[in-house]
């Protein structure tokens, strides 16, 4: 590799390959204060996808074989360390009272399967309008038993083109709008074995080293202060009962998705994020409907940071169809601007999404959206690009951005006296920065070595790349600021 200042790349390939693994190895990641942090005290950035997003269809179980689960090898080459993976109660429970174990062993296939290529799992309690038979039959996720009115009941679900404007059409779905009433207001018990359900996910979890956490209940539809913060309270307690690890992902009210300041009641547990969705790309060109990004990211820091909890983006992506508004709101663009963001302010989410079964008839198979970040034949499509992040952090971080047209990374960070002492305490873990930072996938050239590295000052860090050439890391020997630039060499 070509370096400057006199600086020697030493090659630590088995070091930092230890290094890497651990960082994901296990869910041994808390919440101090605003920041994710490991068990040494590196802040951690959590980077990845939701998946499968064919799953809300039944029979629900998309990766039930060997040969589907084998294509989930692809993950780590696009830096995922976190997959938010959808869990249907349909599936689980199908008739009240009684636990679809097959599906639960499915689910608990998959988890491993990810962990076993380094991604950790954030259960994700999925569903949209309550139900597939609301909604005029375009909806998902609560099993029929769970319908407490139905007036306009669907006997059969459709999820299928006539469903595009399904999140148009929700709040004036009159009988949906009444079932989350009667669901708040615990009608026939049906809240409670919601609660019932998670007191048991969580007692099955909470052992299991490839969980981070839980998502209490995607995009909920309800008032936050009076329904949905109290669920919240209520899914913490029994969830706290078995697990006191788990990191706990709350989400505002769909609609809130559009930039608005959430009315949530700060939580009373721990151990939380508020976990945000944001699809700005099909937003009103005059943000007559939707707040651009940035507004969204100014209300919602502030928000957190009165709370002194993270933020992460539970959801986020881009419709592949032409937008209508703006040019820079295609998908290539929009993206490339999302990231920017998060780089900016390293923050961490998992984009919507990855399907393992994407064709150009049905799309992501549900809804006819088009958000996958694969194609038919499993290639990357526009919505989606391979780029650097720091996974690890040890010490204070500084500024970190990506210049994805040169293809440059770079990164500034403070290692302290703490940080030393919290590498010589944990054999160097505590110390070492880890970054994604693939070769190939975003430097574009074929061999470590026709990289340009440059680490300022010259002294004080011994870097290498791990033997798969996808993570970078350094272990700090001495307390001071440094600065980190990757790109390829330049060709005279």
Same mark, same amino acid.
């Given at each position: ?10 090659? *630590? ?328 963001? *998060? ?150």
């Amino acid at each position: 590799m070509k370096t400057k200042h006199g600086w020697c790349l030493r090659v *630590l390939v088995i070091l930092s390959l230890f290094f890497v693994q651990y960082v994901y190895s296990a869910s041994n990641i808390t919440i101090k204060g605003t920041e994710f942090v490991d068990d040494v005290g590196r802040i951690v950035v959590l980077r990845g996808l939701n998946l499968p997003i064919n799953a809300k269809m039944a029979p629900f179980t998309p990766l039930n074989d060997k040969k589907s689960l084998s294509r989930l090898q692809t993950l780590p080459l696009y830096g995922t360390s976190i997959a938010r993976v959808l869990f249907t109660w349909e599936a689980f429970e199908p008739e009240r009272g009684q636990y679809n174990m097959d599906y639960l062993n499915y689910y608990l296939t998959l988890v491993e399967t990810l962990y076993s290529q380094g991604i950790l799992t954030m259960v994700d309690m999925h569903q949209d309008f309550y139900s597939r038979w609301l909604n005029l039959g375009c909806g998902e996720g609560f099993p029929r038993w769970a319908i407490l009115v139905d007036p306009i009941l669907q006997k059969n679900p459709f999820n299928g083109p006539r469903c595009v404007a399904w999140i148009l059409q929700g709040p004036f779905d009159v009988a949906g709008k009444l079932n989350w009433k009667l669901f708040y207001a615990g009608e026939n018990g049906v809240r409670d074995r919601f609660l019932d359900m998670w007191e048991y996910l969580a007692k099955t979890f909470a052992d299991n080293p490839a969980v981070i956490g839980y998502d209490i209940l995607n995009e909920p539809y309800g008032d936050e202060v009076s329904e949905i913060g109290p669920l919240y309270e209520d899914a913490a307690k029994r969830i706290r009962k078995h697990d006191q690890k788990a990191i706990l992902f709350i989400e505002p009210q769909i609609y809130k998705g559009a930039g608005s300041k959430t009315n949530l009641p700060q939580p009373t547990f721990d151990n939380y994020a508020v976990a945000f969705h944001y699809y700005g790309q099909t937003r009103d060109p005059h943000k007559i409907i939707v707040s651009s990004f940035e507004e969204a990211l100014t209300i919602w820091t502030n928000q957190t940071e009165a709370w002194d909890v993270p933020m992460f983006f539970g959801e986020f992506g881009a419709n592949t169809d032409k937008n209508p508004d703006n040019d820079d709101f295609q998908a290539p663009n929009y993206i490339s601007m999302f990231y920017d963001e *998060l780089d900016a302010r390293l923050l961490g989410g998992t984009q919507w999404g990855w399907t393992d079964d994407y064709n150009d008839r049905t799309r992501d198979g549900w809804n006819n959206e088009n958000f996958s970040i694969v194609d038919a034949r499993r290639n990357l499509r526009s919505n989606f690009a391979v780029r650097p992040y720091p996974k690890a952090i040890a010490g204070i971080p500084g500024q970190f951005k990506v210049d994805s047209i040169e293809k440059v990374m770079e990164l500034s960070w403070e290692v302290t006296a703490a940080t030393l002492a919290a590498g010589a305490a944990s054999g160097g873990r505590g110390a070492t920065t880890v970054l994604f930072a693939p070769v190939q996938g975003f430097f574009a050239v074929p061999h470590a070595n026709q990289l340009d590295i440059q680490v300022t000052p010259a002294t004080g860090l011994t870097c290498s790349y791990s033997a798969d050439w996808l993570t970078f890391s350094c272990l700090a020997s001495q307390a001071g600021g440094y600065t980190l630039v990757i790109q390829p060499q330049q060709i005279a």
